[in-house]
């Protein structure tokens, strides 16, 4: 099956930096990829969708500003938490859409994001 | 908005015996997607079983099946056989289907999920 890859797997930093987390789609191209977030024990929300060569569109309640999302590459798209806080910290998961399959996505492993 | 209602937190199942998970949604559209996840203690999200709702036969995957009522909006999952690798939280999903427009297209929504335990 496809593979997608999310670095670093856990993150630890300091209150006020900056975060930047990676997902990648090992052997595929995708066009589109979505970033979620997710509370121990709760559901994934949906923060942004992320699109090849373009803005990333965000949901509604997601500062885009803070939730900084670039899609530069095929393969690689990043989300970078800026002026991070301790209510920032949570696991971060991003998924990939199958270029030939719409209603296919492919999971990365997550990234535990712990603010000081 | 497309909304996704798994109103079991728990369910426990002894190894080998056969367990349900309860999922209903609420939607306007008529063609879209239902999906289970796996998220088993590593955090990797595991597609169990996909649905498509125009099609009335309920699918099917080796020990895993789903009852999928339209009308009633409900799409339940079913694990026969249960393993203790099949221990992991459950979500049910939901994604609108290419033309049903908006700013939904493609997106999962899913439900609060429900953690199974299975006991040997």
């Known amino acids: 099956g496809a593979v997608v890859s999310q670095h670093p797997s856990w993150v630890i930093c300091k209150s006020g930096t900056s975060v930047k987390i990676e997902c990648r789609s090992l052997d595929f191209q995708a066009t589109t990829m979505f970033w979620y977030r997710q509370f121990p024990k709760q559901s994934l929300m949906l923060m942004a969708t992320s699109n090849e060569g373009s803005k990333a569109t965000y949901e509604q309640g997601v500062e885009k500003d803070k939730f900084l999302i670039n899609h530069a590459s095929l393969t690689l798209s990043t989300l970078t938490v800026t002026s991070a806080h301790p209510e920032d910290s949570s696991f971060y998961i991003c998924?990939?859409?199958?270029?030939?399959?719409?209603?296919?996505?492919?999971f990365g492993p997550g990234t535990r994001l712990t603010v000081l | 908005a497309q909304t996704v209602t798994q109103s079991q937190p728990e369910m426990s199942v002894q190894e080998a015996e056969t367990v349900t998970l309860s999922c209903t949604y609420d939607t306007s559209e008529s063609n879209y997607y239902l999906f289970w996840y796996k998220q088993p203690p590593s955090r990797q999200m595991i597609l169990v079983i996909r649905q498509e709702a125009y099609k009335q036969q309920n699918a099917t995957e080796n020990r895993f099946s789903v009852n999928f009522q339209k009308a009633a909006k409900s799409f339940s999952l079913k694990i026969s056989d249960s393993q203790l690798g099949d221990t992991a939280m459950y979500f049910c999903?939901?994604?609108?289907?290419w033309g049903a427009g908006g700013t939904s297209y493609g997106k999962l929504t899913f439900g609060q999920g429900t953690i199974l335990t299975v006991h040997p």
């Open positions: 998924s990939a859409r199958y270029p030939s399959s719409y209603n296919e996505q492919f």
């Open positions: 999903a939901f994604m609108n289907r």
